[in-house]
């Protein structure tokens, strides 16, 4: 059963010539430990599906279910972080994260430790004491998002959080907060208007037009495979290179060809992987001579080695990271799941067929 499911949501507002509809029959479910990117221009509502999620605004027609049952009113289970950083300037930081805590009554002693824990997940320990005025932007965030998180909600709700910050700081707290998702395991559902950001964060995507969906994928879904001219004009000039995963890359493990227990990395064979009976890579030889293996880190995508003959890499790995890679070891890079198996290869005709398909999707070819 999905955590959250939308279910035929409307919203129409009365209007001079009838009703305005600000949302047209919306329907997707979304699972615990998802982060959701809902996408789309001003005035697609976006904002205005986030606020009938969290209860704020009621829908005109539809269910919103938690966990199969319907929500009527405010779901205390959703945490809502905002555009404006909404602090309260005469209170100190510690302060402004125990607010949502004191309002429900949770008791002294629990509201110090989680204070204090949340505090510092969001890198501001030091700061208690700090005011809103003392802090730069970035901080600001930091501490609306140590007070949502901090009421320890099963759903945590995010308005356009970043859209006000330079580009630096937001790249930043864009990357510091999908580690924090790592860590944290939340259900996230993130609204934006920047399509960049929503690919780079999202495991799957909403796309908005006139408060419909018209694409609900994954990033590569919908990079290489946009649902029609709108959604292709709207990805045209994104770039790949920071959007596909090796899963989107790869040629399937199945596909390669194999001797015995060895698989064939390149077509004259002279690169071989040997690997266990749980298709784990555990030696290469190049030439019959043996090679080196290094497992590229799993979050940066980076190598620990400077010199090794082949790369064992995250089936998550970026495009980015699986290029550098390519250069840095000069053969195709293996990837593999999180169980370590080999999950396919990845080398330059496998890098060169994604780009070419990114780039005629784009073009609507």
Known sequence: ?????????????????????????????????????????????KSTLLRIINGIVPQSSGQVLYNGRQIDGINLEC?????????????????????????????PEVRRKRISFYIDKVGLDGFEEAYPRELSGGMKQRVGLARALAAEPRVLLMDEPFSALDPLIRDKLQDELLLLQKDLKKTIIFVSHDLDEALKLGNRIAILEGGRV???????DILLRPADAYVAEFVKHMN??????GSALMTPAASLRR???????????????????????????????????SKADAATGEMSKDQVDVVVASIDLKMRSAIALRRDSGNPIVLVDDLGRMAGLCGDDEIYRALLQQRRAAEGS
């Open 79 to 107: 945490a809502l972080v905002f555009q404006s950083f909404a602090l309260m300037p005469w209170l100190t930081v510690e302060d402004n994260v125990e607010m949502p805590l004191e309002a429900r009554g949770v008791p």
């Open 240 to 245: 790949p290179l920071n959007v596909l995963r």
């Open 259 to 293: 001797h015995e227990n060895e698989v064939l990395l390149d077509r004259a064979g002279r690169i071989r992987l040997r690997l266990d009976a749980d298709d784990r890579p555990i030696g290469v030889t190049l030439d019959g001579a043996t090679g080196t293996l």
């Open 214 to 220: 018209v694409q609900w994928g994954t990033a590569e």
């Open 1 to 45: 059963m999905a955590l959250l499911e939308l279910s035929h949501i409307s919203k129409s507002y009365p209007h001079a010539k009838g009703s305005l509809s600000v949302i047209e029959d919306v329907s997707f479910a979304i699972n615990e430990g998802d982060f959701i990117a809902i996408v789309g221009p001003s005035g697609c509502g």
